[in-house]
């Protein structure tokens, strides 16, 4: 039997608190936003590979923010950009920055403009 047996249990206590104490000051430093991580392992699809095909169709999508417009009924505009393209998110959301980078899950949404025999139809993704 070994003697003073209460130091082999306080030990291991005391490094797992170590770590998460290295832990925390090591995120509360760095920039990344929790809040926009939706679903970790999410097969995150290029915004050049969204299609009209694939309206009504939920897609996690990574991007930087390049531009911001407030709409009424507090919602706003931002158009994310990844290396294969651009596209619109319609959004109640209102703490994305310009420059910033954000992934984000959203129901692609296609509309129908023809104007004097131009079509300007395109895409956006609605995040609820």
């Given amino acids: 039997m070994r003697k003073?047996?209460?130091?082999?249990?306080?030990?291991?206590?005391?490094?797992?608190?170590?770590i998460c104490y290295i832990l925390l000051g090591l995120f509360s430093?760095?920039?990344i936003n929790f809040a926009d991580i939706t679903g970790v392992g999410a097969d995150v699809t290029p915004i050049g590979e969204l299609t009209p095909q694939?309206?009504?169709?939920t897609v996690y999508v990574r991007g930087k923010v390049t531009k911001?417009?407030?709409?009424?009924?507090?919602e706003r505009l931002y158009q994310l950009d990844d290396s294969t393209g651009k596209v619109w998110i319609l959004t109640h959301?209102?703490?994305?920055?310009?420059?910033q980078e954000v992934?984000?899950?959203g129901k692609i949404k296609y509309k129908n403009i023809?104007?004097?025999?131009?079509d300007f139809s395109d895409i956006y993704l609605e995040v609820k």
Avoid: H, M
């Fill in 54 to 57: 694939a309206d009504q169709t």
């Fill in 4 to 18: 003073n047996t209460k130091y082999y249990y306080i030990l291991p206590v005391y490094g797992w608190l170590l």
């Fill in 103 to 105: 992934q984000t899950k």
């Fill in 93 to 99: 959301k209102n703490d994305w920055k310009v420059g």
């Fill in 29 to 31: 430093c760095s920039n």
């Fill in 114 to 118: 023809p104007i004097a025999d131009k």
């Fill in 68 to 74: 911001q417009v407030p709409l009424l009924k507090n």
